[in-house]
Structures are given as structure tokens and as C-alpha cells.
């Protein structure tokens, strides 16, 4: 069975940082692209970042660009999203996300969300 666990998320100030971390399990961690999407209350979801676990090559959303890194650990089958200078427009209930071609199709995964594996998300709250 494929897991997705996310953990990590909770309460900041605007400024400051989190790092989530996404947890798999039950498929072949090294084959697939894992990535975020978030949803804020009222909005769209969107997909703000994934990683190729093969190689390390990533994709962010430029409303992340420069603020958020997305790194894999292979070892530990785990995903990290270090998220620094946070903004009150980042809050919003983030989740990991698994498919096989996803950093391959990456635009159109975002366009579709249409993801294989879907966690349960973690909120992320940033207050002003």
C-alpha cells in the first residue's frame, strides 16, 4: 500500500522557516518524481514543487523561487520542503504528492492534478 505521510507543518511568523518532510513507503521511492501542492482556504489547489529522485532536478512554482527547496533523502525514502521567509499568502494546507512521471510531466501534473498518490497534508499557518 502507498503511503504518503507528511509532517513538520504548524504556526510561524512571517519571516521565518519550516521544513516538511514527506514520508514514503510501498513503492520504488527511487523511480518516482515526489512534489507539493498546497491549498490556501478559497482557493485553487497548486503545485509548487517536485524532485526527480533519480537525480535530484527540480521544478518550483515562481511563487516559491528562491524561498523554498525541495531535497530527497533516498536512504530514508523521505522528501523535504525547507521553506524560508515565509509569507502570510503561504498558509495553507500542504501536500505530498508521488507519480511516476511527475517531474517528466510536471506542467501538466499542475495544469490536471491529476497525481497518482495524494498524503493527507500538514497546515501551514503564517501569521503577519
Known amino acids: 500500500e502507498v503511503q504518503l505521510v507528511e509532517s513538520g507543518g504548524g504556526l510561524v511568523q512571517a519571516g521565518g522557516s519550516l521544513r516538511l518532510s514527506c514520508a514514503a513507503s510501498g513503492f520504488a521511492f527511487d523511480d518516482y518524481g515526489i512534489g507539493w501542492f498546497r491549498q490556501a482556504p478559497g482557493k485553487e489547489r497548486e503545485g509548487i514543487s517536485c524532485i526527480d529522485t533519480f537525480n535530484s532536478s527540480t521544478h518550483y512554482a515562481d511563487s516559491v523561487k528562491g524561498r523554498f527547496t525541495i531535497s530527497s533523502d533516498n536512504a530514508k525514502n523521505t522528501v523535504y520542503l525547507q521553506m524560508n521567509n515565509l509569507k502570510p499568502e503561504d498558509t495553507a494546507v500542504y501536500y505530498c504528492?508521488?507519480?511516476?512521471?511527475?517531474?517528466?510531466?510536471?506542467?501538466?501534473?499542475?495544469?490536471?492534478?491529476?497525481?497518482?498518490?495524494w498524503g493527507r497534508g500538514t497546515q501551514v499557518t503564517v501569521s503577519a
Open positions: 504528492v508521488a507519480d511516476l512521471h511527475l517531474y517528466a510531466l510536471w506542467d501538466d501534473y499542475v495544469a490536471t492534478q491529476a497525481v497518482d498518490y
